[in-house]
């Protein structure tokens, strides 16, 4: 079978799925093409500021499309085959992620742009919001910590083409760094002379190629030049990246989040479209086995690891608090909601898609599946990546460094995210304010990842085991869960306020669906930890086990309200700013 097949019949069905189902969403939110958004009662030109939802999107999505969509899927399609991973992207992104989102995103609005946490604390109790900002801060460590490894080992090592070339680590990291200084100069020249977006546009994207292309000439490469392993090298990036993160978290936004999340928006759907076009012209054949089994060479089975492997892919909680953070803030109309809610999910169901298909070009015995603690999957993305390129006349190192830096673009705008949302969770939950309280809540954010990168985790058998192999699992478990939690608190907004029975099928089955995988998995990664290293001082487990306490309290409450004695609010509409 060819990759075209698996391409166009995922792009089809989730086509089908926007026109459809979409429509289903749309109609049953109510969403109101009239109605007065926050993003225009409250606007300030700041924070509040009505964007068309063309330009919307891209900021969007490049907010939501991390590294999951991409590691997920590869990790994912090599322990059980491509065929479960490809339906549970399809399936999931339609009916659980896509839900997830549009919900998450209209209820935000509906409450006057307010966070899903005090949507929860307006429609549970204030010991459920309180609870579900804890299970927020720990989520983003952890996706802090998974992230910033993963991003490090790109900066390490090279790839070897077929043709002989190499690309190396230290071009990307050389690239990286340009591409984290365009979009500062972009914003300053925005902010202080009056050139256009446009124009701009036209000036810095080109730019980034220029960065990408120049990298290779001038690598940073810090285990040559410092004379260090690269284990001792991946460390210091992860520490360079983490005072980025400090820093970035707490610079106005105009000076690099919305310049980058512009560019970043544009070079992603270039990476999307790219791979998807080399894709259908290539011809390349599917070499990977569909199925491979249901429990891997390390006792890892597919329900339910699968579903928490493939997070941001198929669905993924974090995805509520973009919504709920920055996204409601700017949406235009309630209509316009469908598309940025619920299309760009599915646009992250294909860029899962495209990155299972990186894995399905390979046969099993390929070398870059091969390796200590498994296939890397930065490299095996950008491998594909260039392969796909190369179809459409993109000379092979391009192409590689190109998906490379693709996958860097994806990471930097979540880390930064990550440490400025956990910022907030920490201001809110301790009552920080002024200068003090945000350095101290940054610094705790930002810090706290620090501690676990600077470990070197190890297997049963004693191998050194990398730190993001080690998180993403734990990673993929509490960002599931954080979506159930969602779901949860979506789900009883919408019976109070519509006491119909499509919130059961439509949000609450999901809900349902995801808590019990998450937790399921959550279970079993703790007892595989304590297994082999016994009750150890190690506090990856232990916070794990505080997730799950975190969200069986906040299930508790749900169920207290809705089943429970205590008598529901008469149904109502939350009422739109106005």
């Not at 979506?490 to 109070?496: E, P």
């Amino acid at each position: 079978m060819s990759l075209v097949t698996i391409v166009v019949a995922a792009a089809l069905c989730l086509l089908a799925a926007y026109r459809f189902y979409g429509w289903f969403l749309a109609a049953a939110l109510r969403l109101d093409p009239d109605a007065v958004t926050p993003a225009v009662a409250l606007r300030d030109d700041n924070d509040y500021v009505p964007i068309e939802p063309r330009f919307l999107l891209g900021q969007h999505f490049s907010a939501i499309a991390a590294a999951g969509p991409i590691v997920g899927p590869i990790l994912a399609g090599v322990m059980f085959g491509w065929l479960p991973a490809l339906l549970w992207i399809v399936i999931g992104s339609i009916f659980i992620g896509g839900v997830h989102d549009i919900t998450a995103l209209v209820a935000s609005v509906r409450h006057k742009a307010r966070s899903i946490a005090e949507v929860v604390r307006e429609h549970m109790s204030r010991r459920s919001y309180v609870l579900f900002l804890a299970f927020v801060w720990f989520a983003l460590v952890y996706i802090v910590v998974a992230f910033t490894d993963i991003t490090a080992s790109s900066f390490i090592g090279s790839i070897e083409l077929e043709s002989g070339e190499q690309v190396s680590g230290g071009g990307i990291a050389t690239s990286s760094l340009l591409y984290l200084l365009l979009p500062v100069i972009m914003g300053l020249l925005l902010r202080f002379t009056r050139l256009p977006l446009p124009f701009a546009t036209v000036i810095f994207l080109p730019l980034v190629g220029v960065a990408i292309w120049a990298g290779q000439l001038l690598p940073l490469d810090f285990s040559a030049i410092l004379k260090m392993s690269p284990a001792a090298a991946q460390r210091l990036w992860g520490v360079l990246l983490l005072i980025y993160c400090f820093v970035a978290s707490m610079v106005p936004m105009w000076l690099l989040l919305q310049p980058r999340g512009h560019l970043g928006g544009y070079f992603l759907y270039f990476a999307l479209v790219g791979g998807a076009l080399g894709l259908v012209l290539g011809g390349e054949k599917i070499q990977y086995p569909a199925y491979t089994g249901w429990t891997t060479p390390k006792g890892e089975t597919l329900f339910p690891m699968l579903f928490i492997l493939i997070a941001c892919g198929a669905c993924s909680g974090f995805h509520s608090i973009v919504a709920s953070g920055t996204t409601c803030k700017q949406l235009r109309r309630e209509t316009d909601a469908k598309i940025i809610g619920y299309g760009a999910m599915l646009m992250e169901g294909m860029v899962a898609v495209v990155s299972l298909c990186c894995v399905m070009r390979l046969a099993p015995d390929a070398p870059l599946l091969a390796g200590q603690g498994g296939p890397r999957p930065n490299y095996l993305y950008a491998s594909g990546i260039g392969s796909f390129l190369g179809v459409l006349g993109i000379p092979a190192a391009f192409g590689v460094s190109f998906g490379l830096m693709a996958f860097t673009t994806f990471v930097y705008d979540t880390l930064d995210v990550c440490t400025r949302l956990g910022r907030y969770v920490l201001e809110e939950l301790f009552s920080w304010r002024g200068r003090a309280g945000r350095v101290a809540s940054t610094a705790l954010t930002a810090g706290v990842p620090l501690y676990f990168l600077m470990g070197q985790p190890t297997d049963p058998g004693g191998r050194i085991v990398p730190v993001w192999r080690v998180f993403w699992d734990l990673f993929g478990a509490s960002n599931q869960l954080l979506a159930a939690l969602t779901l949860i608190g979506v789900t009883v907004w919408l019976w109070q306020t519509r006491r119909a029975r499509w919130v059961w099928l439509v949000t609450g089955l999901p809900m349902i669906w995801m808590y019990v995988m998450s937790t399921w998995a959550l279970m079993r990664i703790i007892g595989a930890q304590w297994s082999a290293h016994g009750l150890s001082a190690d506090p990856v487990p232990w916070v794990g086990v505080t997730l799950l306490a975190l969200a069986a309290l906040m299930l508790i409450e749900a169920v207290r309200l809705l089943f429970g004695r205590e008598t529901l609010p008469p149904p109502r509409e939350a009422v739109p700013a106005t």
